[in-house]
């Protein structure tokens, strides 16, 4: 490496991998996130679910029930208020293509972290991580990728259930290092612009300059353990005090790492690809055999170090599955494999010599935690001090010796704002992105979303505006932020496109308007044609109250030459809540594509409630409308009571003006609206084209209230 490749390394890669922290790229993170005011102690209701895994005789047992299982919290029974039995094998067979929505709930997944020590082994076990993915892992499965190098510990890819974008993620690590295609992320603003914080897609800066750091440390020489141990044994010969601070560092990084996560429900693996350390660095007497490296509790600072992180990573849930990096080169007397031998027995994990076909050699593994017992109890007067609880589960009407496998407790929730900006922070974007992953409707506000798409420089560009109401609970005496994470997935669960908001409001300024009509704010995603499902999360962090909404929304196919409708859209002339849409550098609005005659930018109403016979302008917007065989029509349904809506005979809807077609074939019409008569309940304004030379139309509306 050149020096100047070297200097690069060392001024990026920290922005990845701090010492000892696991980052989601906290710089950058939504500012909200950072802030630490204090907080009262204060006590909830939790309930905890807990996975549980049953084996008798290397076996899964099936065809356990609810009254077969006990939970203690101390030495307190916890009476069960939900069971569910998930069976991976009768999943088998169900593609996660034909339908979306997770059918395992998210704390019975199982979670695999690949995790690849850049310092020993490097990438040596690549092949066998694809190989798991491609042909061990469930499709459920939730999988992630990390790395550990001389700065710290890094996320390249946060637990996702697209195995496909596991497999891209490693292809890139394992390429050749190469920035010849001019996507140079320390100066395109537009990479580092599109960083996803919660890491739910790939972070290519952060692997590319993992795969820089590979290079460096192995000094050109190659990446595989035969080097890791030369430089190893020269650092032993120069005295085990270097080596055992490596080990510290090691420990420490994967430390964080577990404490981070230790929230995270679902069994959790990490699978971690890496050659160890000589077991000379465990021992103050050199005449201390590698057997009693496992046997022994009287070892150096370095194997206490081990210890203490391996007690983590077991309090946090974790299972470790050793990978030895060393276990293919052939003639060599290297140890470090022992060490890892240490890390996966003390938390009821394996060690795998040979990885090549690393799904096969984990068969057993993965059968045994193939049947979950999800058992849930509830929790009363849990302080939120973040404490942890031990938990007990036992089977006293199960067959006689059992072995249960569950997490050993349960961390006790705490606001956010009592966290700090390191390990605590990460830990609360990852549960931001296991709500999103669970897609389970939740929270205290009430959310509506309105997406439009159009046809920008080649492509669609998919602007959506969300609006949230009930924020009258929030702080109402000092100024408080708002996130919002709006994530696109498709029907196999990938990742399409994300956009994250972070602002702050001053209630004495906004909390008038936040009350009379909520908060709007404007969101943008590039998403090709088809059916996509919208995760969104609106929150505020210090208190934690949030509203989390699923919903499928459809992104017309906007062909060059052909027609297609826009949802109308009904201007809000007096909008009492707060809106927040996206500014470019001049401080004008980019691309704003919400525009009424020549030059009037206006806000869509987002479900609006309106006033009885007041009437209310309607844009119309589509593409080669004005074509001689379209027939267009726009009429009000009411679907207060029928989910197809009843017509309202009379019209309601006048022709009033239209803008001059753009050169992209944009048409805008424009129309009043006629509310008078109407009772209150539910409607929808819908237009519809007919073309009469093909015999195709379509059909698009938007909602509205009368009244309240």
Not at 112 to 140: E, K, Y
Not at 202 to 229: C, H, Q
Not at 503 to 510: V, W
Request: aromatic content about 8%; proline content about 5%.
């Amino acid at each position: 490496m050149t020096q100047s490749a070297a200097m690069k390394w060392l001024r990026n890669f920290p922005a990845v991998c701090l010492p000892a922290t696991l980052l989601l790229l906290i710089s950058s993170l939504p500012a909200a996130a950072q802030e630490a005011p204090s907080f009262d102690d204060s006590t909830t209701v939790v309930v905890v679910e807990v996975p549980v895994n049953v084996h008798l005789d290397g076996k899964t047992v099936r065809g356990l029930t609810r009254g077969d299982f006990e939970v203690l919290e101390g030495r307190q029974p916890r009476e069960l208020v939900g069971f569910e039995v998930v069976d991976l094998a009768m999943e088998t067979g169900r593609s996660t293509a034909q339908e979306s929505r997770p059918r395992i709930p998210i704390a019975a997944r199982r979670h695999f972290l690949l995790f690849f020590d850049l310092t020993a082994g490097g990438l040596q076990g690549l092949q066998g991580a694809r190989d798991l993915v491609d042909s061990g892992l469930h499709p459920q499965d939730l999988v992630g990728v990390g790395v550990y190098g001389r700065a710290g510990a890094g996320l390249l890819l946060g637990f996702t259930p697209d195995h496909g974008q596991v497999l891209a993620v490693l292809d890139r690590l394992g390429s050749d290092f190469d920035t010849s295609d001019g996507k140079d992320s320390e100066k395109d603003p537009t990479l580092l612009a599109r960083r996803d914080p919660l890491r739910l897609m790939p972070d290519t800066r952060a692997i590319d300059i993992a795969r820089e750091a590979l290079e460096m440390d192995t000094g050109g020489r190659g990446s595989g353990a035969e080097v890791y141990f030369e430089m190893n044994r020269s650092n032993i010969s120069q005295g085990r005090s270097r080596a055992r601070a490596e080990v510290g560092r090691f420990s420490e990084a994967l430390s964080t790492l577990a404490d981070a996560t230790a929230r995270i429900d679902g069994r959790k693996f990490l699978v971690l690809f890496s050659a160890g350390f000589d077991d000379d660095v465990f021992f103050e007497e050199e005449t201390l055999t590698r057997r009693s490296l496992l046997d022994s509790r009287q070892g150096s600072t370095a194997l206490r170090d081990l210890q203490r992180m391996t007690d983590r990573f077991v309090k946090a849930g974790w299972t470790i599955q050793s990978v030895d990096s060393a276990g293919l080169q052939e003639g060599r007397n290297l140890s470090g494999g022992t060490s890892l031998a240490l890390l996966a027995n003390e938390t009821g994990g394996e060690t795998y010599r040979s990885f090549n076909h690393l799904s096969g050699a984990m068969d057993q593994m993965l059968d045994k935690t193939s049947v979950t017992y999800l058992l849930a109890f509830r929790a009363d007067n849990v302080s939120m001090d973040g404490a942890f609880h031990k938990i007990k589960v036992r089977l006293p009407n199960g067959p006689r010796g059992a072995r249960l496998i569950h997490r050993p407790g349960y961390h006790a929730p705490k606001p956010f704002d009592s966290e700090d900006e390191g390990a605590d922070a990460t830990a609360d974007r990852f549960s931001v992105a296991e709500m999103l992953l669970s897609g389970e409707n939740s929270g205290s506000f009430s959310v509506d979303f309105l997406p439009v798409s159009f046809r920008q420089k080649d492509a669609t560009r998919t602007f959506t505006w969300i609006h949230a109401t009930g924020l009258e609970a929030l702080p109402s005496d000092q100024p408080f932020n708002l996130e919002l994470f709006a994530y696109v997935l498709d029907a196999s669960q990938r990742v399409l496109d994300f956009s994250v908001r972070s602002f702050t409001l001053d209630p004495t300024k906004a909390g008038p308007r936040l009350v009379g009509g909520g908060l709007q704010a404007l969101m943008d995603f590039d998403l090709p044609a088809g059916t996509h499902d919208l995760r969104l999360l609106v929150r505020e962090p210090q208190s934690g109250r949030h509203a989390l909404i699923r919903a499928p929304f459809e992104v017309p196919s906007l062909e060059e030459t052909a027609p297609a409708l826009l949802p109308p859209l009904l201007l809000d002339d007096e909008l009492k809540g707060v809106v927040v849409r996206p500014q470019a550098d001049d401080g004008t609005s980019d691309d704003y594509p919400f525009i009424a005659g020549e030059s009037e930018q206006f806000v869509p109403g987002v479900h609006p409630a309106l006033a009885p016979g007041k009437p209310v302008r309607v844009c119309l917007m589509g593409y080669h409308l004005t074509r001689a065989d379209l027939t267009l029509n726009i009429e009000v349904y009411d679907v207060t009571d029928l989910p197809a809506g009843e017509r309202i005979d009379q019209q309601r809807v006048e022709l009033v003006g239209r803008s001059e077609t753009r050169a992209d074939g944009l048409d805008r019409l424009y129309f009043n609206l006629n509310t008078a008569g109407l009772a209150s309940g539910n409607y929808e304004l819908r237009a519809s084209i007919a073309n009469s030379g093909d015999g195709s139309s379509q059909v698009v509306a938007s909602p509205f209230r009368i009244g309240g």
